[in-house]
């Protein structure tokens, strides 16, 4: 078992080379899941779409038995100590909570970047692994986060989106190079405007690819500029994204992109369409985050449909998918809708172990997602979220 103290030197270590690597050129665990399930149904975005990455593997043990596992738990954090905006925010003494329980409980902290990087190699991940991010380069960071992380000397990663930089509530320029040489700080690509990709005009076509291309180069220059460099990774804004998309993000030599989807990011998760719990407003208490961190990945193949987008015509869609983890209970598998009554998912082929789930109702609002849960033989919970966006549906952001 690997402690976070014995492994610190390891961690800010990894966080600097993974760095320079960016450098280069070209009582109840089943009380606790209803709990947080119930609550993250209002959460967070997200996705698994597109084809599965990497070696399936034996879906874990218990945590705490095992030397290794093939998943790791990635938040994703916005605001730290500003009440101005408190569905985005945690309060400092919280997050100070969240890394003090990660500490005592023996959890390894690792950079975001590290942990694609390993995804992509197959290789297997420490036990109790976890990855932190924040989102926007909002000013808190600096002065909220960075102190906590410093004292508990853990590394986070932060998605910037340079269009903002300098702007009223975020980080400048001059901040952002102070934290980028810091050994546990990393900076990824969050876009250059933070646009609504999936609603722009003649989605998927040549001339929605020049405008979406446009907007993530400009961002990579932006960063050239300013920090010498261009990122790796890459975090969709909203947590929105599409299969051409993600295709887009790939051709342009990122090492993965990250949504905002509740679940466990596994060695069968699309590098593209990585999940993240999101950690904002009431979704953030200490039971939640235990919850969280005891779901393991749900390896499952999506068969259809081939994307998130959702129709106006198709407001309550099918969802089907086959299941790959030969020890999970399918009698315990739930899908949990917002707004909605769970529902169990019905058998298509019980040989192939595929299944199928719908919403019994429309789904609400621009995002919504199926979030999916199981347990298997060894009575372990298991966890997928996947993301629908109705890009007709039109949200005005606000800070």
């Not at 909002?138 to 853990?154: C, E, H, I, Q």
């Not at 400048?172 to 040489?181: G, H, I, P, S, V």
């Not at 998927?204 to 920090?227: E, M, P, T, Y």
Request: a negative charge; proline letters at 6%; hydrophobic letters at 35%.
């Amino acid at each position: 078992m690997h402690r976070v103290e014995s492994s610190c030197a390891h961690r800010c270590g990894s966080a600097k080379k993974i760095k320079q690597y960016a450098r280069t050129p070209g009582g109840n665990i089943f009380a606790l899941i209803m709990t947080a399930v119930l609550i993250f149904i209002g959460a967070g975005m997200g996705t698994a779409q597109g084809q599965t990455q990497g070696q399936n593997r034996e879906q874990g043990e218990q945590q705490g038995k095992e030397d290794t596992q093939n998943y790791a738990t990635i938040f994703v954090y916005h605001r730290f100590g500003d009440e101005r905006y408190p569905s985005t925010n945690i309060s400092v003494e919280l997050f100070e909570q969240h890394l003090r329980y990660l500490r005592d409980n023996a959890y390894t902290v690792l950079p975001v970047s590290e942990i694609v990087a390993r995804l992509r190699r197959g290789e297997a991940l420490p036990p109790r692994c976890v990855g932190l991010s924040a989102d926007d380069a909002y000013a808190s960071v600096l002065s909220g986060a960075v102190p906590l992380l410093d004292a508990y000397k853990m590394p986070m990663t932060l998605f910037v989106n340079p269009g903002s930089i300098g702007g009223d509530s975020y980080l400048t320029w001059e901040q952002l190079r102070q934290l980028d040489a810091k050994d546990n700080i990393e900076i990824g690509n969050h876009s250059d405007r933070h646009p609504y990709f999936v609603s722009m005009a003649q989605h998927g076509s040549a001339a929605w690819r020049k405008q979406a291309h446009a907007d993530i180069a400009n961002a990579q220059q932006a960063f050239v500029k300013h920090l010498g460099y261009s990122p790796q990774l890459f975090a969709y804004p909203y947590g929105e994204f599409s299969p051409e998309l993600m295709e887009l993000v790939k051709e342009m030599g990122f090492i993965g992109a990250l949504g905002q989807q509740s679940g466990p990011a596994g060695s069968t998760s699309p590098l593209f369409a990585l999940p993240r719990f999101p950690m904002g407003g009431i979704y953030v208490g200490m039971e939640r985050l235990r919850s969280n961190l005891s779901m393991a990945a749900l390896d499952i193949d999506i068969l259809r449909p081939e994307t998130g987008l959702l129709a106006s015509a198709d407001p309550a869609p099918e969802l089907v998918f086959k299941i790959n983890n030969p020890h999970l209970q399918i009698s315990t598998m739930k899908c949990y809708i917002q707004g909605q009554e769970p529902v169990r998912p019905q058998v298509v082929d019980a040989q192939e172990r595929i299944y199928k789930v719908q919403a019994t109702a429309p789904l609400q609002g621009r995002r919504n997602k199926y979030t999916l849960t199981a347990q298997d033989t060894d009575n372990r919970w298991y966890w997928f979220s996947q993301p629908w966006v109705q890009p007709e549906i039109e949200e005005t952001y606000q800070e």
